[in-house]
């Protein structure tokens, strides 16, 4: 459906074509624009004051601009929920459901913002903002000392970019498309799969470390010393990675090119670029309060519903922080873009493996806090056979629904595992190898 | 060799050319068929009446169509040495001598069925009947409680299939075809591989959750509960790729083509009738199921007097036997540089075991009541990972050369002295342990 997209004049290409095959535009602007409406401007252009009236444009682009919007209704209860004190859970579940939509909207204000700043200053904002809801989760989780759920929900953000995401996207495209042969550019996989790996080999270390050293030798202090210059190392990693995106291999990010079936839309920002940082900030603002909210109330949750934090954090978590992602990618898929849907699904997971878990140990350092690359074994586990199954899969170049099936059914049993495992997260031994170098060793 | 063999109708392709060029036919029935011989009729010809006619003629087809019919011996001294009680190793030794023509008539009796009900329940057929054998033994094995038999022979047959036979028909193939190009279609390869990943991943995670949760608060029912929902997840996994497999994606599992026929053309129908096939199949079923009672009964005393360790009997010995037939198959169609179908038989048979009869242990082992789970213990999951890795990695580009062969093969021989020094019993849980303090209360089985 046409919507009044912005415009990425990085080429100056200006191809009268739909949305979803404007050339040069990010992955990520193009998936979240699957989301968007038309805004119907009649209603508004009859308000006389023209102050009024611009401020009720923008509301309605704003707030009315995605099909997510119905879900906004959640914010306002969470607030009551909070305010009045209702069972926590309540304030959970519906803080969850707030941040679905917000996180959608982010990401069009980030677009908005990118117009007028430019190409490269606007693929980094992307780049960073593409993954806001789970760097402010992380961030309130770190401030309020915990530590793994802190670990375990970004882990299960890469899981959930790698095997759900990327799994429902191949399997519905494919049953969509079975006549028909998908392909897709394997240097771009290629490259987020080295990523990938580079941050495993930054995760497994620690762990093998903590294995391999006696107790009597060892204190907490070398993992962590391990873990932040691993981080360190991971940043640079992915400065140079958008360096390589944005300026010298361009090419190999960009969209597919196709034929255009939709009516051209403007090319101009809906949005002023005052307005749209505004907004942006302001939703950032709810996107704080209501993670404050979730990372606060989860235990409770936890308790309520039944089960273990660690299914919450890894599994729960995560699905809502990349729905609007999810939909987007799945929806490219059927079209058999499958470039979009790979560079959403895994510029995500390379994003969070790369970026957001290496800043949260830098900026835990910075506070004060101990958190290190060690997530224990049973996700570091996890998370390898994940990365090294989905790295299996991407590297031929074609597709078919069995890979995305396969995908799907291994986070399914990683699901699973962690739904059986109901030991709670803050009994660091229960996470040791019960060897007897666990004395004193705290996993968090 | 020409021989009677039956064309699987799928294509209605009515090549006029050898057997192991018929186009549509799936690895499984060209790769047994290369053991088949042709039956002489004519002695069965002169006897006078029909039926005994008839029954002669079958006979002939079944027992000696093919060229392992000199080991059909073994099975009537087994049952003697049985009944009369000799050496129970000597027992043992001649089950397993036994099994092995019996597996492959097996696979020729059900590509004779197929022939009567169609491609598709025949391809399902097939596939459910290759691994008859692995089957049959284990389920015996779970019925006698003995569920580390299951799980190693189990998991020896993967690594053979993997490991062995691939690297025996890619060594052979690559020495063989030293100054051609030896290709096969990577797609088919990549999506057992993938299988493999899945069902490797289910093996892991019971395993990593072992070992991360403390002795205290860890019981195994969940442990349990994950190996039965992973099964489930498996068969269902399974049941895909075997729609994927027949319906959708035919293409990419096809045999290959060949150009030059040079052989006489054999004929296109059944060589048996489909009752009497079906009774073949009921009755050399039978036979194997009382050998493999045999075997499993007699293991571990055939481990003490052989002076090795059950495991190993269980991973390596059992598995070269019940894989003999499909080994000798892909080997000769490597040599004729025909690899599409040496994958279809190796990596179709070890998929099938991992994503199909280990899981239908389980949950055959639920509902019998015994704990089974998907934890084979650290070196057995540790070198089935690398053989899966190992194997993934062989095969992704799409050709081949005597090199990935033999490397796939010393691979194996390490696997095997591997376990051949471990000499531990294994109903000592401890041992394959880590040797940490973990052990209260969780077997291994």
């Given at each position: 459906m046409?919507?009044?997209?912005?415009?990425?004049?990085?080429?100056?290409?200006?191809?009268?074509?739909?949305?979803?095959?404007?050339?040069?535009r990010?992955?990520?602007?193009?998936?979240?624009?699957?989301?968007?409406?038309?805004?119907?401007?009649?209603?508004?252009?009859?308000?006389?004051?023209?102050?009024?009236?611009?401020?009720?444009?923008?509301?309605?682009?704003?707030?009315?601009?995605t099909?997510l919007?119905?879900?906004f209704?959640?914010?306002?209860?969470?607030?009551?929920?909070?305010?009045?004190?209702?069972?926590r859970?309540?304030?959970?579940?519906l803080?969850?459901?707030?941040?679905?939509?917000?996180?959608?909207?982010?990401?069009?204000?980030?677009?908005?913002?990118?117009?007028?700043?430019?190409?490269?200053?606007?693929?980094?904002?992307?780049?960073?903002?593409?993954?806001?809801?789970?760097?402010?989760?992380?961030?309130?989780?770190?401030?309020?000392?915990?530590?793994?759920?802190?670990?375990?929900?970004?882990?299960?953000?890469?899981?959930?970019?790698?095997?759900?995401?990327?799994?429902?996207?191949?399997?519905?495209?494919?049953?969509?498309?079975?006549?028909?042969?998908?392909?897709?550019?394997?240097?771009?996989?290629?490259?987020?799969?080295?990523?990938?790996?580079?941050?495993?080999?930054?995760?497994?270390?620690?762990?093998?470390?903590?294995?391999?050293?006696?107790?009597?030798?060892?204190?907490?202090?070398?993992?962590?010393?391990?873990?932040?210059?691993?981080?360190?190392?991971?940043?640079?990693?992915?400065?140079?990675?958008?360096?390589?995106?944005?300026?010298?291999?361009?090419?190999?990010?960009?969209?597919?090119?196709?034929?255009?079936?939709?009516?051209?839309?403007?090319?101009?920002?809906?949005?002023?670029?005052?307005?749209?940082?505004?907004?942006?900030?302001?939703?950032?603002?709810?996107?704080?309060?209501?993670?404050?909210?979730?990372?606060?109330?989860?235990?409770?949750?936890?308790?309520?519903?039944?089960?273990?934090?660690?299914?919450?954090?890894?599994?729960?978590?995560?699905?809502v922080?990349?729905?609007?992602?999810?939909?987007?990618?799945?929806?490219?898929?059927?079209?058999?873009?499958?470039?979009?849907?790979?560079?959403?699904?895994?510029?995500?997971?390379?994003?969070?493996?790369?970026?957001?878990?290496?800043?949260?140990?830098?900026?835990?350092?910075?506070?004060?806090?101990?958190?290190?690359?060690?997530?224990?074994?049973?996700?570091?586990?996890?998370?390898?056979l994940?990365?090294?199954?989905?790295?299996?899969?991407?590297?031929?170049?074609?597709?078919?629904?069995?890979?995305?099936l396969?995908?799907?059914?291994?986070?399914?049993?990683?699901?699973?595992?962690?739904?059986?495992?109901?030991?709670?997260?803050?009994?660091?031994?229960?996470?040791?190898?019960g060897?007897?170098?666990?004395?004193?060793?705290?996993?968090?």
């Open positions: 046409a919507s009044q997209e912005p415009w990425n004049l990085e080429n100056g290409n200006l191809k009268g074509s739909s949305k979803e095959i404007r050339h040069v990010t992955v990520h602007n193009m998936s979240s624009s699957s989301l968007r409406k038309k805004s119907d401007r009649s209603l508004v252009s009859k308000v006389p004051c023209r102050l009024l009236r611009q401020f009720l444009a923008n509301l309605q682009e704003v707030i009315l601009g099909k919007s119905v879900l209704p959640a914010i306002p209860l969470a607030i009551i929920a909070e305010c009045y004190n209702f069972g859970p309540w304030i959970f579940g803080s969850l459901l707030g941040l679905t939509p917000l996180a959608e909207r982010v990401s069009f204000l980030t677009e908005q913002i990118a117009y007028y700043t430019g190409p490269t200053v606007g693929g980094l904002l992307n780049a960073t903002c593409g993954n806001a809801t789970e760097l402010i989760i992380a961030l309130f989780a770190l401030y309020q000392k915990k530590v793994d759920v802190v670990k375990y929900s970004l882990l299960g953000s890469i899981l959930s970019n790698l095997l759900l995401v990327l799994g429902t996207s191949l399997f519905c495209g494919g049953l969509a498309n079975l006549k028909k042969e998908q392909k897709y550019e394997r240097k771009q996989a290629d490259v987020n799969s080295l990523l990938l790996l580079l941050g495993l080999l930054c995760h497994m270390l620690p762990l093998m470390f903590r294995y391999a050293v006696s107790p009597s030798t060892l204190t907490a202090d070398p993992t962590l010393q391990l873990s932040r210059a691993s981080s360190i190392v991971m940043l640079i990693t992915y400065a140079a990675y958008i360096f390589f995106q944005l300026k010298t291999h361009r090419q190999l990010f960009e969209a597919q090119e196709e034929d255009g079936d939709d009516a051209g839309s403007e090319e101009e920002a809906v949005l002023g670029f005052w307005s749209a940082f505004a907004w942006l900030a302001g939703m950032t603002a709810i996107i704080a309060l209501l993670s404050e909210y979730v990372v606060g109330t989860i235990e409770a949750a936890s308790d309520s519903w039944g089960i273990s934090v660690s299914f919450i954090s890894i599994i729960l978590l995560p699905i922080g990349n729905a609007a992602e999810h939909a987007g990618a799945v929806i490219f898929a059927f079209k058999n873009k499958l470039d979009i849907t790979l560079g959403i699904a895994l510029g995500s997971a390379t994003q969070i493996a790369m970026f957001v878990v290496p800043l949260n140990v830098i900026v835990a350092w910075i506070m004060g806090t101990r958190m290190d690359l060690d997530f224990n074994l049973l996700e570091t586990g996890s998370l390898a994940a990365i090294l199954i989905t790295a299996f899969t991407l590297q031929d170049g074609t597709s078919h629904y069995m890979k995305g396969i995908l799907l059914l291994c986070y399914f049993v990683i699901g699973a595992c962690f739904f059986v495992l109901r030991t709670p997260l803050n009994q660091p031994n229960a996470f040791n190898l060897v007897q170098s666990s004395s004193g060793f705290s996993s968090a």
